[in-house]
């Protein structure tokens, strides 16, 4: 014969205590709400329903931290990507011939101009 099967908060309690935090969370701890005569079902620990709601706010805040690290994460990586965007090249243009600087540009101006008002040879 078996032993009788303890309470929920008894059974969470226990499972907290062993570190398997994985079963308690399977079993129901963060639905844990304290009720009437929790702290009487397990002999030896009249703070059951205080352990569980630690148990409950460090893995709440836990869980807080990884979120606010998977978005500091996201967005790092987003600005990293921005900032190499902007350092990076431009594209290539189709290559252009340099336009002439103005001062070049008017000497081949009257040279063009001198050899079009000259009779040919």
């Keep these: 014969m078996s032993p009788a099967p ?3 908060p008894a059974r969470l309690l226990r499972l907290v205590l062993d570190d398997d935090l994985d079963a308690a969370l399977a079993a129901g701890l963060m639905d844990y709400v304290p009720a009437d005569g929790d702290d009487a079902q397990l002999p030896g620990y009249p703070d059951l329903p205080a352990r569980l ?3 409950q706010q460090q893995l709440q805040r836990a869980w807080d931290a990884r979120d606010r690290y998977r978005q500091r994460s996201q967005r790092l990586a987003r600005r990293a990507a921005e900032r190499d965007a902007r350092r990076a090249p431009p594209a290539p243009t189709p290559t252009v011939k340099p336009a002439l600087p103005p001062a070049a540009a008017a000497i081949l101006a009257r040279a063009k101009a001198k050899a079009a008002g000259k009779p040919p040879a």
């Design 53 to 55: 709601l630690h148990a």
């Design 6 to 8: 303890l309470p929920l």
